[in-house]
């Protein structure tokens, strides 16, 4: 492969060229081919991952006015179209068979669509092609993924969010396949298209949670990929957690918007968002996929979340994205504690105090969904082994649900089977601003995935239960709502996190007790008022164990049997069911 096949002529430059032709992979060239074919750009960008390189395509990103600078170093601020905010349900599809809770397509059909969509979509433009590892390099859970976009705003979050690995793709190595084009920004025609061989294809949209392939649309076929395994790809923070025994390693899954950046902020940060997670020799191990944050900002305030703040505030590259930009060129989002802005650009254009849209609805400053993309080495928390080949190995795994009516702050699960079931697959949680639609709804999402399955829902499940019954010693599992409300008020604060998290890592050691419920172990008041005093230096009353710990059995015993009858309905495997029935008798 000493020359370039005739497709490509005219469209790269000699330096482009030699990166490509060095590379000797045939998957690649004929991937490429098609991308080329179908999107007919003008020229094709390799992207190396060099620091010249990153800094070139941040100019583009600039150039192109996809980004514009802020005041601080290292900032920048990307706008969505107001219509682009979030993850597109009714854009999205997986082609072939039906796949209960998400949308499918024949594939056919879906190809045959998208495909007309995308046609000619890069003429004019350049087509990057970034060359990324998901999971550290040379890990047991190293995916290598090429994503090919016409917007360096996409590539210029990878290059921040994934680990670039050119080198890995020497030789005839394998790779998910992500095309993305920004198109004519045209959402009645926004599609992302989901082919299970390993492709993924998405055209008229910039929201970064369905252009940035490597994040949710990867999960989409690392996912399925796992289930055929039998290892787990789960959309779940890991964080580390001092004890007096060492650090031990929880993973935790929590729906968008409801507590998983901030849980991982509580420790030593590994992951804040995605999880591969294997069994080896018995133990269980996990990777982060991922190497920055695409993180929800509104409420981010420098009270409640001073690592976030610092990164927020601190020269470096940082791109925030439907943030308000004020005339001093500084981001300004909803819940930072700071005084309201009169005026600036959001994502509806210009913004001023009192702008109305057009159905006559209050514009906010920030959309709630505004968003920063920053690397993990900006976190003062960053864990040492975050990029280890070995990962971490995990001792708890923890299931966290937007609750305001039901759940206790914390359970622990009887054992692997019970918390699987009745934790993870039994997640109800309220709807928020990272998913269109009405919010506070409780919506079914099963380890916080649903909008993720790709396989049928109840094969999904045993696999989780196999993966723990392979291993020498499962994780302890617990269910936490940091929601929880008495009438219209919650019954914890935001930091009371911290008290939950050190209870787990009492249990794991043994000096914390538990009382059995029906529905798990819960804290005894004892440990908790010693808990909140060591933690937070604060009181804790009776009555305040009563309110958050009170088993409100009428609110479980309906949540079980609407669990029960979803997963009566689709073909779950009888002791699946069997685990509910349990847990509603008791
Ligand atoms: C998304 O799906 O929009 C996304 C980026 O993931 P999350 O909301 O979980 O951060
Ligand atoms: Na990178
Ligand atoms: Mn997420």
């Keep these: 492969m000493e020359v370039l096949p005739s497709f490509l002529k005219g469209k790269l430059s000699p330096i ?21 074919d179908l999107c007919e750009p003008e020229s094709v960008y390799i992207v190396e991952g060099t620091e010249e390189d990153i800094s070139e395509i941040r100019n583009r990103a600039l150039l192109t006015k996809e980004e514009t600078e802020l005041n601080v170093k290292g900032h920048t601020i990307h706008f969505d179209h107001a219509l682009d905010q979030a993850r597109a349900r009714e854009d999205t599809f997986i082609l072939g068979d039906r796949i209960p809770f998400v949308n499918t397509k024949p594939r056919k059909e879906g190809l045959e669509e998208v495909k007309s969509i995308l046609k000619g979509a890069m003429k004019g433009r350049v087509m990057y092609v970034g060359l990324y590892s998901l999971g550290p390099v040379g890990s047991p859970a190293q995916i290598l993924a090429v994503q090919i976009t016409d917007s360096p705003y996409v590539i210029h979050s990878e290059n921040i969010l994934y680990r670039n690995a ?8 394998d790779f998910l396949k992500f095309i993305h084009s920004k198109g004519s920004q045209d959402v009645k025609k926004r599609r992302i298209v989901i082919d299970l061989d390993g492709v993924v294809y998405s055209v008229n949209t910039t929201y970064a949670g369905n252009s940035v392939g490597l994040k949710k649309l990867a999960l ?28 031990h390693y929880v993973t935790a899954a929590f729906p968008s918007g409801s507590g998983k950046t901030s849980t991982s902020m509580m420790g030593r940060l590994i992951s804040d ?3 591969f997670i294997m069994g080896i020799d018995g133990d269980v191990r996990a990777w982060n996929p991922e190497a920055g944050v695409f993180g929800i900002i509104q409420g981010i305030n420098s009270k409640d979340d001073p690592i976030v703040w610092k990164v927020l505030h601190t020269p470096g590259e940082v791109i925030f994205s439907n943030v308000l930009m004020t005339p001093e060129r500084s981001a300004y989002w909803d819940g930072s504690g700071l005084p309201e802005p009169e005026k600036g650009i959001n994502f509806s254009g210009e913004w001023w105090k009192g702008k109305k849209d057009d159905q006559g609805k209050p514009v906010p400053p920030s959309h709630p969904n505004a968003r920063f993309t920053v690397s993990l080495k900006s976190f003062d928390n960053l864990d040492p082994n975050y990029d280890n080949p070995n990962g971490v190995k995990i001792d708890a795994v923890i299931f966290g649900v937007r ?3 039901t759940l206790v702050p914390i359970a622990e699960a009887f054992d692997w089977e019970h918390g699987v079931v009745t934790m993870g697959a039994s997640m109800e949680s309220a709807r928020t601003s990272a998913v269109i639609g009405k919010q506070d709804e409780m919506e079914f999402n099963p380890m916080a995935l649903l909008d993720f399955i790709s396989v049928p829902l109840g094969k999904y499940v045993q696999n989780y239960i196999n993966f723990g019954k392979r291993l020498r010693n499962p994780p302890k599992i617990f269910g936490v709502n940091y929601f929880l409300k008495d009438g219209d008020k919650y019954v914890n604060s935001k930091e009371d996190k911290r008290v939950w998290l050190r209870w787990v890592v009492e249990r794991l050691e043994g000096r914390s007790k538990a009382l059995e419920t029906p529905i798990g172990k819960i804290p005894l008041y004892e440990d908790l008022r010693r808990l909140f ?16 710990f009170s088993l409100r059995l009428r609110g479980y015993k309906e949540k ?24 509603i008798q008791r």
């Design 16 to 36: 482009m060229e030699t990166r490509l032709l060095k590379l000797r992979n045939v998957k690649l060239l004929h991937f490429l081919e098609e991308a080329v």
């Design 166 to 173: 050119y080198r890995e793709f020497e030789g005839d190595k």
């Design 220 to 247: 989409r076929l690392t996912l399925n990929r796992a289930v055929r395994e039998g290892w787990l790809s789960e959309h779940m923070a890991i964080v580390g957690l001092e004890g007096s025994n060492g650090v």
């Design 403 to 405: 609750d305001y009516k």
């Design 533 to 548: 005093g060591e933690a937070l230096g604060k009181e804790y009353s009776e009555k305040d164990y009563e309110a958050q």
């Design 273 to 275: 968002d995605l999880a």
């Design 560 to 583: 079980y049997e609407r669990i029960l009858d979803i997963y009566s309905k689709i073909d779950t495997p009888k002791d699946i069911l069997h685990i509910i029935e349990r847990q």
